[in-house]
């Protein structure tokens, strides 16, 4: 069982910024994909942004330029930046630890099996 724990979530102010963490054990496999995702409860969960065992990174465009995802040992982050309040919603760290990231996988939390229990973010105006 592979197990994934964020942690960072909290409320703040637009324009402000929070650092997400998501420790996972992914430094005992060659190829991986490591991605953040949000969900309000009325939408279908949304990906923000990945990472792989290349290094490569995507974002969704709504996130672009304003959310950095990054990661060392066994940690993956999710700087956010000039935060919105649309940005509001439980973010989720998810992880593939068979192959690197598809330009797809952002499309589909169904790519994903392996999940965090979520944190929350709270962004108000």
């Known amino acids: 069982e592979v197990q994934l724990v964020e942690s960072g979530g909290g409320s703040v102010q637009a324009g402000g910024s929070l650092r997400l963490s998501c420790a996972a054990p992914?430094?005992?496999?060659?190829?991986?994909?490591m991605a953040w995702f949000r969900q309000v409860p009325w939408k279908e969960r949304e990906g923000v942004a990945a990472?792989?065992?290349?290094?490569s990174t995507s974002y969704a465009d709504s996130v672009k330029g304003r959310f950095t995802i990054s990661q060392a040992k066994n940690t993956v982050y999710l700087q956010m930046n000039s935060l919105k309040p649309e940005d509001t919603a439980m973010y989720y760290c998810?992880?593939?630890?068979?192959?690197?990231?598809?330009?797809?996988?952002?499309?589909?939390?169904?790519?994903?099996?392996?999940w965090g229990q979520g944190t929350q973010v709270t962004v108000s105006s």
């Open positions: 998810a992880a593939r630890l068979s192959t690197t990231c598809r330009s797809w996988d952002l499309s589909d939390h169904r790519y994903f099996p392996y």
């Open positions: 992914i430094t005992t496999y060659n190829e991986y994909c």
């Open positions: 990472i792989d065992s290349d290094g």
